[in-house]
């Protein structure tokens, strides 16, 4: 008698401890997925199901209920969900009493029930989540080994549907926090901007000016620093505008030679110059009814501008070495990392042509001014690495998340997604299953422990510096090869030789 009490007083414990282990989890999906499978495999069952409803939710938006099933068929998730309205599951409910039938065909309270007779149900073991306010149901099927739920199993069960009540409450309270003070939700619901990840008022602020320049036909200008997504939003602009179906043509405006960029633009007649041996169609022409992009518009020549604006102003152009006009009918967003006003004071980009994409302007904001997205962000790309990469199964361990959240990005989004990344595959390489602060911080003069006396930031400041200084340095500033090398945007390695006040020694 008292060798069966300690063993159950064991099961309690090691069945506990379970939980405690999921409980780390931030989403209540992967948490009900895992602890499902706990129970499942406990109770030895066939079929599992667990659903949990939110009841504290606002009323005015009642959410779906979470529900995960194991080792079921769709027909037999149907099935199950039919039995909450008239059959076992709704028994459970109204009695808030753990059911367990060993052959339900043979109960007096189900034999009459249709789902029970379809489905020549035999043991079934039913246990409501939450006694006296019943937030959901755990629904155990079959026995893998035939016969029915042991009385063990009741127990398990019960205790099962007592102590996951506190985690899953935890994350559903959590989940409605995210929900509520989401300022960026009243606009995603009118845009496809689910990649497009963040919740700062920074965010929802640009969210709101894409609704209302998307439907309308007007030139957007898109400046921030480089990493900011300026790009992104670029296309979420041109996916939330009638011209979606057609075309997004992109142009760098930085990486040809004026007079390639011009024909790279307009096109150009045959015999238009050493590379035109025939007709060259232009983005212009590509982009036709769509959205063009011009990337860097401040490297743009004035030669180019100029026709630029001729096109933005009459929806008309002259391919290169033509005389004949060709109607456009397209919508430019331009986008820049340098102050265009200042190109203007010094006579490098035309006023006009400013004011013609100025239409509504539009500004990124900086890492630095939105770091409460940080965590969601590094989480974005720690699982997009693991996706894309395919690694193990990695998540940000809280430390790494903290360490990424109090750093400095000068390279902003981009920076970050580069620095997770790289920190995924040197954690997978590890073997383990967090990604760690030294994995995103690999910093060898912190571990030599020169740098002990400063602030985290300031070492991986101090390291970012260094590095590039040095890599600069080997590569005789050939800021191209310096970019290929770390596997950053050239634009960026501008910005962080700015950033940094790096110089070339003469
Ligand atoms: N809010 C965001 N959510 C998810 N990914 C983002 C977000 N912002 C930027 N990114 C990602 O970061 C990277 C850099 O973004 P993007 O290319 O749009 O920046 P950019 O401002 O155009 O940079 P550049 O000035 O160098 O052209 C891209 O991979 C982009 O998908
Ligand atoms: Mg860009």
């Known amino acids: 008698m008292e060798a069966e009490r300690l063993e159950d007083v064991q099961r309690e414990r090691a069945l506990y401890r379970k939980l405690l282990d999921l409980g780390h989890r931030t989403e209540i999906e992967p948490f009900l997925d895992e602890a499902l499978a706990l129970v499942v495999e406990m109770a030895g069952a066939q079929r599992g199901y667990l659903e949990i409803r939110d009841d504290r939710g606002p009323t005015s938006s009642p959410t779906k209920p979470f529900s995960i099933a194991r080792g079921c068929s769709d027909v037999e998730v149907a099935e199950i969900r039919a039995a909450f309205s008239s059959g076992v599951i709704a028994e459970a409910l109204a009695t808030g009493k753990t059911i367990l039938a060993a052959s339900a065909l043979d109960d007096p309270r189900f034999k009459d029930r249709g789902s029970v007779r379809r489905n020549r149900i035999e043991a079934v073991l039913c246990a409501p989540i939450g006694a006296s306010r019943p937030l959901g149901v755990l629904y155990l099927q079959g026995k893998a080994e035939r016969g029915p739920f042991s009385e063990k199993n009741r127990v398990d069960a019960e205790r099962f549907a007592r102590d996951v009540l506190p985690f899953v409450d935890r994350l559903l309270f959590e989940r409605r926090l995210r929900h509520d003070s989401d300022p960026t939700r009243p606009f995603r619901k009118l845009l496809r901007a ?12 640009v969210l709101r000016l894409v609704t209302l320049v998307a439907p309308l036909d007007i030139s957007v200008l898109i400046t921030g620093a480089s990493g900011t997504g300026k790009t992104q939003i670029a296309r979420l602009i041109h996916d939330s505008s009638p011209r979606a179906q057609h075309p997004f043509i992109e142009l760098n405006c930085s990486t040809l030679p004026a007079n390639l960029l011009e024909s790279e633009l307009f096109g150009a007649a045959q015999g238009a110059h050493s590379t035109a041996t025939r007709k060259v169609d232009g983005k212009v ?17 004035l030669g180019a501008q100029a026709k630029l604006l001729q096109l933005l102003q009459s929806m008309e152009y002259f391919p290169l070495g033509s005389s004949k006009a060709v ?25 006009d042509l400013f004011y013609r994409l100025e239409v509504l302007p539009m500004r990124m904001p900086a890492l630095a001014e939105r770091t409460s997205d940080v965590i969601e962000l590094a989480s974005f790309f720690c699982a997009r690495a693991v996706e894309t990469l395919k690694l193990p199964e990695l998540e940000m361990s809280p430390g790494a998340l903290l360490a990424a959240e109090t750093a400095p990005w000068p390279g902003n989004v981009r920076q970050l997604g580069h620095a997770v990344q790289a920190a995924a595959i040197f954690a997978a390489g590890e073997g383990v299953s967090q990604v760690e602060q030294r994995h995103l911080f690999r910093d060898p003069e912190a571990a030599r422990g020169a740098l002990v ?22 590569l005789s500033w050939n800021v191209s090869e310096a970019a290929r090398v770390p596997d950053l945007a050239r634009s960026h390695v501008y910005n962080l030789i700015k950033a940094f006040g790096l110089e070339r020694k003469r």
Request: proline share 0%; hydrophobic share 45%; charged share 30%.
């Open 194 to 205: 689910e990649g497009l990840i963040g919740r700062s008022e920074a965010v929802a602020k």
């Open 285 to 301: 022409a590509a982009a036709e009814g769509g959205t063009l992009f011009l990337d860097e518009v401040a490297e743009l020549a």
């Open 327 to 351: 109607q456009a009918n397209v919508r430019v967003i331009a986008a820049t990392n340098t102050d265009l006003r200042a190109a203007m004071a010094r006579g490098e980009f035309r006023e």
């Open 453 to 474: 006396r400063l602030t985290f930031q300031e070492a991986t400041w101090n390291f970012q510096k260094e590095y590039l200084g040095k890599t600069l340095g080997e």
